[in-house]
């Protein structure tokens, strides 16, 4: 029962937050409420007991995405209003309409094979045997986050360039 319940506050706090960052005017506060979203989602990871996705969703998602959306938001002038003159609303919600019907119509019209003979779930323990062992992918993962420091600081450089 405490399941079901936490299920329905996450699910509704995600839909929430969807909603706010697409109906909002303001981009910072419509990027808080993503990481919001995000960790919402997090939270569905762990009644799942998908730990591992959960610690990704934390730490990619709200560490790494949406801090540079925030730093993006920041360093950029004159986005803080939103764009005034919204001349596709209408086309978007259609668009947005028939995108999610046609999501759904899959989803219904699938038919969904069940694997009976799966190997036991693996979860932080092996994928920790994967990323850690001798022919393990701890050297992207590594390279990833180098990756996005060296995005950030060349953005604030070219932030930096154009101030003066």
């Given at each position: 029962?405490?399941?079901?319940?936490?299920?329905?506050?996450?699910?509704?706090?995600?839909?929430?937050?969807?909603?706010?960052?697409?109906?909002?005017?303001?981009?910072?506060?419509?990027?808080?409420?993503?990481?919001?979203?995000?960790?919402?989602?997090?939270?569905?990871?762990?009644?799942?007991?998908?730990?591992?996705?959960?610690?990704?969703?934390?730490?990619?998602?709200?560490?790494?995405?949406?801090?540079?959306?925030?730093?993006?938001?920041?360093l950029t002038r004159e986005?803080?209003?939103?764009?005034?003159?919204?001349?596709?609303?209408?086309?978007?919600?259609?668009?947005?309409?028939?995108?999610?019907?046609?999501?759904?119509?899959?989803?219904?019209?699938?038919?969904?094979?069940?694997?009976?003979n799966a190997p036991a779930?693996?979860?932080?323990?092996?994928?920790?045997?994967?990323?850690?062992?001798?022919?393990?992918?701890?050297?992207?993962?590594?390279?990833?986050?180098?990756?996005l420091l060296a995005t950030?600081?060349?953005?604030?450089?070219?932030?930096?360039?154009?101030?003066?």
């Open positions: 029962m405490g399941q079901v319940i936490a299920f329905w506050i996450f699910a509704v706090a995600i839909v929430g937050a969807a909603l706010g960052v697409v109906l909002l005017k303001n981009v910072f506060r419509a990027a808080i409420l993503l990481i919001t979203c995000f960790l919402g989602v997090a939270g569905i990871f762990i009644l799942l007991s998908a730990d591992f996705l959960a610690a990704m969703q934390i730490l990619i998602y709200v560490g790494a995405i949406a801090i540079l959306v925030i730093l993006a938001i920041m986005l803080s209003i939103g764009s005034p003159s919204n001349k596709f609303k209408i086309p978007a919600l259609i668009i947005a309409v028939l995108f999610g019907a046609g999501i759904i119509l899959t989803v219904i019209n699938t038919k969904w094979l069940i694997n009976t779930p693996t979860t932080t323990s092996g994928l920790a045997v994967k990323l850690f062992s001798k022919d393990g992918f701890i050297l992207p993962v590594e390279i990833i986050p180098t990756i950030i600081l060349g953005a604030i450089v070219l932030i930096k360039d154009k101030k003066k």
